[in-house]
């Protein structure tokens, strides 16, 4: 069956950087972008960017330009999200999700806590 | 940037009665390449990752309940759910995919009266 399984949550200080991890199966990985979206606690739905199947080409929100980086290794089937110079409002949970007709399958989610 | 609003903020109905959630966009969102909107709705229970409804708008994904459907077209749409069930109570967002960034609705709470 298909699945999205990301690495677990981590407590980072400020100014650190974090790496996500998204575990593709039970598809063909080449075949789909895939998007990371996060929520801070008790908030909404924030889309960060999105990589594509063959991972040379990589599209960011404004906001985390020259912060994040998104990489994918289609050897292992994993994409990793990347985000540096943390600070407390990057607290939130992470979510990869892979898309090709639609956004149809959402990884469980990762808990980023920046504090000191 | 599209701003995309969803109203009401929150929303209280009885069982089985028919809720409507309303999401607009700032600009027209129709891609051209196949002449369809492109907007999704989810919904979102506590502790769980978003769960695709409906895609370009008015598709009701795979597993999804008939009694969800979407409509609308240009920079106004609606989800609707025609019969309140107890395990519809979450939050719903909306999302334009048009362009990059793929902005999110602020969400919607709908809860049991």
């Not at chain 1, 895939?34 to 040379?56: C, F, K, T, Y």
């Not at chain 1, 990347?82 to 990762?110: F, H, M, N």
């Not at chain 2, 989810?42 to 769980?48: D, E, L, S, T």
């Not at chain 2, 999302?95 to 793929?102: A, H, L």
């Amino acid at each position: 069956q298909v699945q999205l399984v990301q690495s677990g949550a981590e407590v980072k200080n400020p100014g650190a950087s974090v790496r996500v991890s998204c575990k593709a199966s039970g598809f063909t990985f080449s075949n789909y972008y895939i998007h990371w979206v996060r929520q801070a606690p008790g908030q909404g739905l924030e889309w960060m960017g999105i990589i594509n199947p063959s991972g040379d080409r990589t599209t960011y929100a404004q906001k985390f330009q020259g912060r994040v980086i998104m990489t994918r290794d289609t050897s292992t089937s994993t994409v990793y999200m990347d985000l540096s110079s943390l600070i407390s409002e990057d607290t939130a949970v992470y979510y990869c999700l892979r898309w090709k007709d639609s956004p149809d399958y959402w990884g469980q989610g990762t808990l980023i806590t920046v504090s000191s | 940037d599209i701003v995309v609003t969803q109203s009401p903020d929150s929303l209280a109905m009885s069982l089985g009665e028919r809720a409507t959630i309303n999401c607009k966009s700032s600009q027209p969102i129709l891609k051209s390449s196949n002449n369809k909107d492109a907007l999704a709705w989810y919904q979102q229970k506590p502790g769980q990752p978003p769960r695709l409804l409906i895609y370009w708008a008015s598709t009701r994904e795979s597993g999804v309940p008939d009694r969800f459907s979407g409509s609308g077209s240009g920079t106004d749409f609606t989800l609707t759910i025609s019969s309140l069930q107890a395990e519809d109570v979450a939050v719903y967002y909306c999302q334009q995919y048009y362009s990059t960034p793929y902005t999110f609705g602020q969400g919607t709470k709908l809860e049991i009266k």
